[in-house]
Every structure is written in structure tokens, then in C-alpha cells.
């Protein structure tokens, strides 16, 4: 058997000189190019193999990622334990009838968590990669610029940069899915065209000029500018079926709004793939996102994990980035479902628990997850660290970082969410895992605005039994959904979201009157600490003092069945001085009523 050896070509050079080779060998020789063992690697060297006649299998080794100086192969003494030994993989190719029994073979004996990447390179001071979800907003996507800088932001971490060094500082990662929202205001401006389509018009122009726009900026593909045409035609043609038959169910909307992400996925795996990160685009349905059919608010189904697991098995390698529709999903009969507002959060950590990644990134326009909102509280900071405990509660409670539910899948499975900023990718972020930091005393201050007030108070039902259960079968009958509740044995006080519909509200007052006084309070706020309840002496001591000396009233309180959680109703136009206030005491180190610790008033601060 004879051996050729390049070393130290450029990739084009050396494909070059091994066209030339093959052109002049004799006619009964075949060639095969040795596997490559990424564990043994050795940077610079191809061996070419001249196998006899009987051999006339060429085995060719396609990898996602080549050196920018060289082809990288085996050498005929970089050999490993996992590697077929060289004669067994001869026999095993011996003729082209046994092509697909190679690949099986050669397949399964690869480990699929090493990637050919510089982390995993014999010799290189790289950290070894970690799987990962990564999930990218609308604001993150707004524009094509916003698409690029995104792009190359996926590129540069899967592939850092070394240093001046030499060195790879930055944890290489392997996106197993990368998860979009639509782009920029998409979505609103869909809804926007349903309503539009009611009235008798339909127009797309702005949609088809930023998508369409965004397809000629980056010179994509013919196919892949026909298949966002395409997306855009049919949304077209069903605005103008709204227009004709004058309805807009839930199930339509769902539909409607669904375009933008795929529009958007579409986009991004063709910029990805030009990149030279390798990418395919796929709607959620098609990597097993099964969903309830309540159009609007859809839930993942209980097997949603393990479907989501075995289709991306079945479908994608796992050196291929899956550049999946967040927010969407089907119903058992095919029919397009959303996962509500945010709900791209909640396709991250399902894919991410489904794939046992190492860690779920959910990239936004903040620096993590900040102390309060920053539209409102110019000093609010990222916080390092919180449990998923505490993010829900954030979320619930207002906090636009992340959604509602999103943590649930991420907890069960024990992955480590990290809140990033794509506008600015160094900022540290913040982790969300089962631990958080029990040292803080308060992580975060947020609110929910517009909410209402009702006061249900029945003398009556003083030492008789059934009066919560009574009140509560109200509620299930209209289906009403509490936010917030401070009961006693003879009244109960509620706070609704501005999301109830009020003719529900009404008929439930009006069936609460036929055993208790019912008293409605609109236009209030709930401000909520996200705090350690095992110190909410201290806490409270600083809140009320400052409240106190601002002149807030609290009219509710709640704390309890949430162990980080505490929330007080207020008026919604004493809101904003309220978390200004406490912001300044918990987190600025500037409390004008000072600070209570261990039950000790703190006035270094003032």
C-alpha cells in the first residue's frame, strides 16, 4: 500500500495538488482518504491511501468545519481505540454494494458530541464546547443588519477567536438549535393586517420590503428567496379570505401570525450556510412541537419532550444547527397552534430539556435579567444569578425577560438558563438555575400595571363553612384568573389581570352578590419583590418606612405560598415613586429612610 502525504497547504492548494495526484494515478488503483479520529488528530496532514483494484470504494469524510490553512486527516500513526482497524475497514469497502453498510458502520462510530472544531483539536488551549439552545428575539432580528450581527454572533461562538496569544479564552459551543422569533415587529404588524383584512383591505408591503429587502441584502439563494415568497403569498391569499368572508377566529389568527417565523428561520439558516456555519431551516411541527388546540395560549403536550427528542434523532445531525420557529407549534390534527407571547422562550428550554444540553441561552436587548426595569429606573443592574423560582415569579410578575412557564422545562431537566444581550454578546448575563444566590436579601423589584381590585366581604358566612369553595366555584364558572389573594374567615381580596374580559367580571360580581358584599377598585398596581421571605422582617421594616415617609398606601398585601415572592397593591399612580424608592434602598446604596439589617437601622447609607 503506498502513501502520499501533503502537509502545511492551504485548503485550495491542497485540494488542487490531491486533483492532480488522483489524475495520474493508474487505472487499477482506487483511493480512499483515512477517517479521521478527531480524538487523535493531527493538525496539517492528509495521508492519501492507494488501495489494490479490488478496492475500488472512495471513502470520503465530510466535516462542518475546516482549518483556514489546511486539510486536517489521519495519518497512518494517529490511530485510536474507537478507529476500525485498517485492513477491517478495507474488507468492509471492498465493493460499492457495501457503501451504505460503511457509512452505518463508520457512523455509529463516531461520538456525536465531538465536533471538528478548534475545542477539539489535539493540542489546542480551547475549553472543551458545550450543547447548546440558543434563542434569539424579535428585537435581536430587526433588521438585516440585526440578522447578520446575529448570524456572526452564532458563527463566533461556535468558532471564538483566539487571542494575540493563540489562545481560545471563550467556551466553544455546538448549537444544537438555534430558536427565532420573527423579525422585529412582525408580529404586531400581522395582527395589524387582520384587522385591516375585517375592514376591506389587505396590504403586505412593508412585510414583503423587510423580508424580501433582507433576502437581497445578503444575495441569498434563488430557492431560498422563492420559499419567503412563497410564505408571503400565502399569507396574502388568506388576508384576502378574511377580507371575503368577514372572520377572524382564534385558530385563523394563529395561523397568520405564524408566517413571520418562518419567514424568519428561513433567512437565517441561508445567512448561516454563508457564513460557513452549517444550517438547515425547520418549523417547529416538524421537530416534534405538539401543542394542545387552544389557538392564542396553546400548552405543550406531556409527550412534547420525548417527541421533540426523537424527531431531532431521526432528522438532524447533530453538527448541523436546526434553525427552528419559536412561539408556533401543531395540534394533534396539523393545525398551526401559538404558545402565546413569549412563548419562543418556552420552545428554547423544551428543545434544549428534549436535547440534555448543557446549558439554554435566551439572547434579549438587556444585560441578563436587571434588578427592575430600565425604562423606568435608570440605575437598575443585571443580576448574576437567580433560581428558576425566582425568574417565574419575575416573569409572572411582569418582568419581560422571560416567559411565564418557559422555566418549567428547563427545571425539570436541571439545565442552566443564560440571559444574554445580543446587542452587547461580552456583558456576563444572568444564570438561572435551582441555586440562584441565597446570600441577596432582594434580586429584583417588578409590577404589573392596570390591574383591578375586588374586595368580596359577607358577614354571613362568619363560622360557617363553604364560603372560599363558594366563591372560588364563581370564579371556575366564568373563568376568572386571580393574580394575587389575601383571605380572612369572612372576606377575600383579589386582584384581576386587564386581560379578563369584563362582561365575564360583571356576571361573576353578579353572582358573588347572592352571598357577599363585592366592591371593585380598578386603575391599581401590583409592585412585587422578588426577596428572601426567610428575612421579610428586615425587608418589610425598609418597605414600610419608605412607603411610609412617601406617603404610598398599600391596600393589600400578600406573602406566603411563594417563598421569594412578596407583593403589595397600590394605587397605579404611586407605582412608579414606590419602586424608585426601593430600588434605592436595595440596590443603590442610597435609602433615604435607611436600611433595617438583623433588625438593626442601617443610616450609613442615607
Known amino acids: 500500500m503506498r502513501h502520499l502525504k501533503l502537509t502545511h497547504f492551504p485548503a485550495a492548494v491542497a485540494f488542487t495538488a490531491l486533483s492532480a495526484v488522483i489524475a495520474m494515478m493508474p487505472a487499477a488503483n482506487a483511493f480512499q482518504i483515512t477517517p479521521m479520529w478527531l480524538g487523535h488528530l493531527r493538525p496539517s496532514d492528509v495521508s492519501i491511501r492507494l488501495l489494490p483494484p479490488s478496492d475500488s470504494t472512495v471513502s470520503l469524510l465530510k466535516h462542518t468545519k475546516w482549518n483556514k490553512s489546511a486539510l486536517f486527516m489521519m495519518t497512518d500513526d494517529a490511530e485510536t481505540d474507537d478507529a476500525p482497524d485498517d485492513d ?30 478548534p475545542s477539539t483539536r489535539m493540542g489546542s488551549s480551547a475549553p472543551p464546547s458545550i450543547d447548546v439552545t440558543m434563542k434569539f428575539g424579535g428585537s435581536s432580528l430587526a433588521n438585516s443588519e440585526r440578522v447578520d450581527r446575529v448570524a456572526n454572533l452564532i458563527r463566533d461562538r461556535i468558532r471564538p477567536s483566539p487571542n494575540e496569544n493563540g489562545e481560545v479564552l471563550d467556551t466553544p459551543v455546538r448549537a444544537r438549535a438555534v430558536i427565532c422569533s420573527a423579525m422585529g415587529k ?24 423587510l423580508h424580501l429587502g433582507t433576502c437581497r441584502d445578503f444575495d441569498l439563494p434563488k430557492r431560498i428567496v422563492e420559499d419567503v ?16 368572508i368577514q372572520e377572524l377566529s382564534p385558530k385563523s389568527l394563529d395561523q397568520l401570525v405564524s408566517y413571520g417565523e418562518r419567514c424568519s428561520v428561513r433567512i437565517m439558516a441561508a445567512r448561516l450556510n454563508q457564513l460557513g456555519v452549517p444550517a438547515q431551516a425547520f418549523d417547529a411541527w416538524d421537530v416534534g412541537v405538539i401543542t394542545d388546540d387552544n389557538y392564542g395560549d396553546a400548552k405543550l403536550l406531556p409527550n412534547a419532550i420525548e417527541n421533540i427528542r426523537e424527531k431531532f434523532s431521526q432528522r438532524i445531525d447533530p453538527n448541523v444547527v436546526a434553525v427552528v420557529t419559536g412561539f408556533i407549534g ?22 434544549g430539556a428534549a436535547l440534555k444540553v448543557d446549558e439554554i441561552q435566551v439572547w434579549k436587548d438587556v444585560d441578563g435579567i436587571l434588578t427592575a426595569d430600565p425604562r423606568l429606573v435608570p440605575n437598575a443592574v443585571p443580576v448574576s444569578h437567580v433560581s428558576y423560582e425566582e425568574a417565574s415569579e419575575l416573569a409572572y410578575f411582569g418582568a419581560q425577560v422571560l416567559h411565564p412557564i418557559a422555566m418549567q422545562p428547563a427545571l425539570a431537566a436541571d439545565i442552566p438558563v443564560r440571559v444574554k444581550n445580543s446587542y452587547n454578546p461580552s456583558a456576563e448575563g444572568s444564570v438561572i438555575d435551582k441555586v440562584g444566590d441565597p446570600s441577596r436579601m432582594v434580586t429584583a423589584i417588578t409590577c404589573k400595571r392596570k390591574i383591578i381590585l375586588m374586595d368580596i366581604h359577607s358577614l354571613s358566612m362568619l363560622g360557617a363553612y363553604g364560603f372560599l369553595s363558594n366563591v372560588f366555584a364563581d370564579f371556575e364558572k366564568h373563568k376568572v384568573s386571580v393574580d394575587v389573594l389575601a383571605s380572612s374567615e369572612v372576606s377575600v381580596s383579589v386582584t384581576l389581570d386587564k386581560k379578563q374580559d369584563k362582561q365575564d ?40 418606612r419608605s412607603f411610609s415617609a412617601h406617603g404610598i398606601k398599600v391596600e393589600m398585601m400578600s406573602q406566603g405560598a411563594s417563598k421569594v415572592n412578596i407583593s403589595f397593591i397600590v394605587k397605579e399612580n404611586q407605582i412608579d415613586e414606590a419602586i424608585l424608592k426601593l430600588h434605592q434602598c436595595f440596590f443603590e446604596d442610597s435609602c433615604d429612610v435607611g436600611m433595617i439589617e438583623g433588625g438593626e437601622l442601617k443610616l450609613d447609607s442615607v
Open 88 to 117: 477491517s475497514a478495507s474488507e468492509t469497502t471492498s465493493s460499492s454494494d457495501d457503501a451504505s453498510t460503511t457509512l452505518s458502520s463508520y457512523k455509529s462510530n463516531l461520538n456525536p458530541r465531538r465536533t471538528f472544531s
Open 186 to 209: 412582525t408580529t404586531n404588524s400581522l395582527l395589524t393586517a387582520g384587522e385591516m383584512a375585517l375592514e376591506g383591505r389587505v396590504d403586505l408591503q412593508a412585510l414583503r420590503t
Open 229 to 244: 415568497e412563497k410564505l408571503l403569498d400565502e399569507c396574502e391569499d388568506m388576508l384576502n379570505g378574511v377580507r371575503l
Open 330 to 351: 401543531h395540534d394533534p390534527k396539523g393545525k398551526i397552534t401559538t404558545l402565546g407571547r413569549g412563548g419562543s422562550d418556552l420552545t428554547a428550554t423544551a428543545i
Open 505 to 544: 367580571i360583571s356576571e361573576l360580581c353578579a353572582d358573588l352578590s347572592r352571598f357577599a358584599e363585592v366592591e371593585l377598585h380598578h386603575d391599581r398596581a401590583i409592585l412585587t419583590l422578588i426577596a428572601d421571605v426567610g428575612r421579610s422582617s428586615d425587608v418589610l421594616a425598609t418597605v414600610f
